[in-house]
C-alpha cells in the first residue's frame, strides 16, 4: 500500500502567519491516464473531514483561495496564506492513484 | 443538496456484527461512488471499501474477510456488513462520496461505534 507521511504533526501558528504542510508519498502519485490523484482535507475538532484541494492543486468549490496546493510524483505541500481562527483542526492528505486509498498521518494546525 | 448520513447501532459486543447504513439524496448511486471510511478515537483515517456507481464493490485488504458493502438503489442505501469486531474497530464510521478517485467531495456526518461487552 501507498504510505503518505506528512510533516510536522502538529503546526503551531498565530493569525496571520503562513504554513505550509508537507505530504511526501512512497510511491509515484502520478497515475497512467495523466492525472495525479493526490487530495488535501481538512477535519475541525468535533466535524466530519471536508474537501480543500483535489488533483494537487485545484481549489474545491468555496474554499478560501489563502489555501493553495503544489507538487508531483511523490512530494505535495498544503500552504496556508494568512491563518485564520477557522483553519484550525487536523489536515489529511489522501491519494486515490493506487488502490487502496491512503491517508496521511494528519498535521494538527494549533494557535500558538 | 448532497447528503449522506450513516445511521446505525452505537454499540456492539466483540465477535458480533457490525450493520450500518449511508442513506444519500441529493445524487445517484447509479451515478457516483459511495466509500466507507473509518477513524478511531484520536486517530486518523482509515479506508474501508468502495461501492461504485455501477454496483462493484472494491475493500481494503486488511479488512476484506471481514467487510461486505452492499446497496438498494431503490432506496438510495449503501449498507455495510462487519463482522468478528473487536475493540480496536472502535471508532467513527464515515460514508463519503467521489467525483474521482480519492477525491472525496461530501462526507456524511459520521456515526460512533464502540465495540465492548
Not at chain 1, 64 to 88: H, M, Y
Not at chain 2, 32 to 43: A, C, F, M, S, T
Not at chain 2, 49 to 58: E, H, I, K, L, Q
Amino acid at each position: 500500500d501507498v504510505v503518505l507521511t506528512q510533516t510536522p504533526p502538529t503546526l503551531s501558528a498565530t493569525i496571520g502567519q503562513s504554513v505550509s504542510i508537507s505530504c511526501r508519498s512512497s510511491q509515484s502519485l502520478l497515475h497512467s491516464n495523466g492525472n495525479t490523484y493526490l487530495h488535501w482535507l481538512l477535519q475541525r475538532p468535533g466535524q466530519s473531514p471536508q474537501l480543500l484541494i483535489y488533483l494537487v492543486s485545484r481549489l474545491e468549490s468555496g474554499v478560501p483561495n489563502r489555501f493553495s496546493g503544489s507538487g508531483s510524483g511523490t512530494d505535495f505541500t498544503l500552504k496556508i496564506s494568512g491563518v485564520e481562527a477557522e483553519d484550525l483542526g487536523v489536515y489529511y492528505c489522501v491519494q486515490g492513484t493506487h488502490a487502496p486509498w491512503t491517508f496521511g498521518g494528519g498535521t494538527k494546525l494549533e494557535l500558538k | 443538496q448532497v447528503q449522506l448520513k450513516e445511521s446505525g447501532p452505537g454499540l456492539v459486543q466483540p465477535s458480533q456484527t457490525l450493520s450500518l447504513t449511508c442513506t444519500v439524496s441529493g445524487f445517484s448511486l447509479t451515478s457516483y461512488n459511495v466509500h466507507w471510511v473509518r477513524q478511531p478515537p484520536g486517530k486518523g483515517l482509515e479506508w474501508m471499501g468502495r461501492m461504485r456507481y455501477n454496483g462493484d464493490t472494491s475493500y481494503n485488504s486488511a479488512l476484506k474477510s471481514r467487510l461486505s458493502i452492499s446497496r438498494d438503489t431503490s432506496k438510495n442505501q449503501v449498507f455495510l456488513k462487519m463482522n468478528s469486531l473487536q475493540t480496536d474497530d472502535t471508532g467513527t464510521y464515515y460514508c463519503t462520496r467521489d467525483r474521482a478517485p480519492g477525491y472525496f467531495d461530501y462526507w456524511g456526518q459520521g456515526v460512533m461505534v464502540t465495540v465492548s461487552s
